[in-house]
């Protein structure tokens, strides 16, 4: 039986990942400080006899695990922008900076001495505030190297820059994930990120709040599509893969904010408040390579992906 580590396995996406991973029998070791995600998230898998959970923090070496480790998930940052939320990695920029740079470089260094595969989970934000849309894997992206963003920005560049520097040094075998905006159960509801806001405002019929006048873009994958794509990519050859991840279905901010209202039948009002500083204006991935290399296609429709989302909030409201 192969046995897989996930890095933040207790988060969002993580907590797919592990689920996906015991029900297609692997063993499943998780390890998560719970600095976002939530105990909530991985309770039910404790009685499975193949789920392992270790409370640690990254910074710190990764604790000696007995027997051979196959591959190695890095998911463990926390991912929301929004300064509004504690949960954003504006509130905790210090820890985002140090997991994404001496916690990738403890998880580099624990794959290299088990002979794991590596995966790193990047994001869009690598690209900044993009100046071409679609964005493809050799765009360098347009970054504000020292604005709020910056602490989860150029954390991701580094950790991609050690990725790429362990795979040429010790030829390990590593897939850079550049994850773009991706949603569906198990978000937190006070993440502060866009779907989740505006979800749990429209079922609290509170005002939407729409940043900036709305026009800005951004193309929301549904986390089965993401978790489909974080597996496939481990079926390609041994080598160093930048890869984007997402799903090309573009949307206004605006239209996504009269969207859910209209699905949740509120009676919220929709407001404007002020645009954060450095908020990309366009995005949108190119997933072209993905296709090619192991045939990703994101399947699951926005609408459909909101109802779950939305039925998923209902239960927790
Ligand atoms: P999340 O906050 O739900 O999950 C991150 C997990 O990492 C949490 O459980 C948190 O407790 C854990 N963690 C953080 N710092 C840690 C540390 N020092 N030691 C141990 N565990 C730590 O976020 P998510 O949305 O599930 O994102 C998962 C990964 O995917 C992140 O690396 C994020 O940057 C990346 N990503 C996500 C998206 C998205 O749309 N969800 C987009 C781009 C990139
Ligand atoms: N946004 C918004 N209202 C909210 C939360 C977010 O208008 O309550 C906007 C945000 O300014 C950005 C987009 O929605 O333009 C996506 O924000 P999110 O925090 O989900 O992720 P990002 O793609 O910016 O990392």
């Known amino acids: ?59 710190h070496s990764l604790p000696s695990i007995n027997g051979q480790v196959d591959v190695v998930f890095h998911l463990a940052s926390p991912a929301s922008p929004n300064a509004k939320s504690p949960k954003s990695y504006i509130a905790y ?13 403890n998880a580099l260094e624990f ?21 071409v849309s679609p964005q493809k894997e050799d765009y360098f ?6 604005g709020p963003r910056s602490v989860y920005d150029e954390g991701k560049r580094f950790g991609e820059a050690i990725c790429s520097a362990y795979a040429r040094k010790y030829k390990l075998d590593v897939r850079v ?35 900036g006048d709305g026009d800005q873009t951004r193309s929301f994958c549904y986390v089965d599509d993401l978790i489909a794509g974080l597996i496939g990519c481990l079926d390609v050859e041994s080598g160093f893969y930048v890869i984007n991840l997402g799903n090309p ?8 904010a009269s969207k859910i209202k209209e699905m949740v039948g509120s009676s919220s009002k ?34 459909t992906g909101l109802a779950k989302t939305i039925e998923y909030f209902k239960t927790s409201i």
Do not use: W
């Open 1 to 59: 039986m192969s046995t897989v580590v996930v890095l933040g396995g207790a988060g969002f996406v993580g907590s797919h990942l592990v689920e996906r991973l015991l029900n297609e029998g692997k063993k499943v070791i998780c390890i998560d400080n719970f600095l976002t995600g939530s105990e909530s998230n991985v309770e039910k898998f404790l009685e499975n006899p193949n789920f392992v959970f270790i409370k640690h923090d990254l910074i």
């Open 177 to 211: 994930i550049r994850i773009f905006n991706t949603y569906g159960t198990r978000m937190q509801k006070d993440d502060g990120r866009v779907v989740s806001n505006f979800i749990n405002q429209a079922l609290r019929n509170e005002d939407i709040t729409i940043y």
């Open 249 to 256: 279905d573009e949307h206004t901010i605006a239209d996504l």
């Open 93 to 105: 920029p210090i820890e985002t900076l140090m997991v994404n740079s001496v916690g990738t470089k």
């Open 270 to 303: 929709i407001v404007h408040e002020d645009l954060p500083m450095d908020d990309p204006h366009r995005r949108k991935p190119d997933i072209a390579y993905a296709k090619e290399l192991f045939g990703f296609e994101p399947k699951i429709k926005l609408d």
């Open 141 to 146: 992206g347009n970054v504000n190297p020292n």
């Open 111 to 131: 794959a290299h001495q088990k002979n794991a595969k590596f995966v790193y989970a990047s994001s869009s934000e690598i690209y900044g505030d993009p100046a």
